[in-house]
T-cell receptor, first 109, second 115 residues
Framework: KNEVEQSPQNLTAQEGEFITINCSYS?????LHWLQQHPGGGIVSLFM???GKKKHGRLIATINIQEKHSSLHITASHPRDSAVYIC???????????FGTGTRLQVTL | GAVVSQHPSWVICKSGTSVKIECRSL??????MFWYRQFPKQSLMLMAT?????????EQGVEKDKFLINHASLTLSTLTVTSAHPEDSSFYIC???????????FGSGTRLTVV
């Protein structure tokens, strides 16, 4: 069993739909990260969470420390949101990240 | 926001030659940088962790004499692929940890093709 599990692996949505990607982890963490990797390969850090909820535009990330679970929500999805979304756990300051397997999202018109 | 500049973005080289990839944190100090390799449709695979002024820590199975990492300053780390072979062809990406915010910022990646 991987230390960081993500679901679903693949997701297709129509434009405007509300999207949820889930992440469960089994390690003790200092922070949980949500990353976005576009087809060109570049990776953008979306959120770094250690508790509660964060919002940035149409993106919302939540974490439940007791249940070791985090979710990434995209409201009013758009084709430009099509990317691979990766959750990753850091276990200490400047520690290496443990990655989930990623969720490939395709948003169609 | 924090930016990591990675160069080159793509490179084609002949077998047996060496290629250097640079990662530079532009507006923050990065005590620690990470180097990853990624094959198509696969997860990022950590190759090594580099700390400014000290030797890099390599992951199991990564040849340190083949993948030379230098982290000479708080803003610059380099990865040199020595005596490149076609099987080294891959996407290489770096990440820098901000010593103040503890956030991780990724470079844009380098697509290496060895012919």
């Amino acid at each position: 069993k991987n230390e960081v599990e993500q679901s679903p692996q693949n997701l297709t949505a129509q434009e405007g739909e509300f999207i949820t990607i889930n992440c469960s982890y089994s390690v003790g963490i200092s922070a949980l990260h949500w990353l976005q990797q576009h087809p060109g390969g570049g990776i953008v850090s979306l959120f770094m969470l250690s508790s509660g909820k964060k919002k940035h535009g149409r993106l919302i990330a939540t974490i439940n420390i007791q249940e070791k679970h985090s979710s990434l929500h995209i409201t009013a999805s758009h084709p430009r949101d099509s990317a691979v979304y990766i959750c990753a756990a850091s276990t200490g300051t400047a520690s290496k990240l443990t990655f989930g397997t990623g969720t490939r999202l395709q948003v169609t018109l | 926001g924090a930016v990591v500049s990675q160069h080159p973005s793509w490179v084609i080289c002949k077998s047996g030659t060496s290629v250097k990839i640079e990662c530079r944190s532009l507006d923050f100090q990065a005590t620690t940088m990470f180097w990853y390799r990624q094959f198509p449709k696969q997860s990022l695979m950590l190759m090594a962790t580099s700390n400014e002024g000290s030797k890099a820590t390599y992951e199991q199975g990564v040849e340190k004499d083949k993948f030379l990492i230098n982290h000479a300053s708080l803003t610059l780390s380099t990865l040199t692929v020595t005596s490149a072979h076609p099987e080294d062809s891959s996407f290489y990406i770096c990440s820098a940890n901000d010593r103040v915010s503890y956030g991780y910022t990724f470079g844009s990646g380098t697509r290496l093709t060895v012919v």
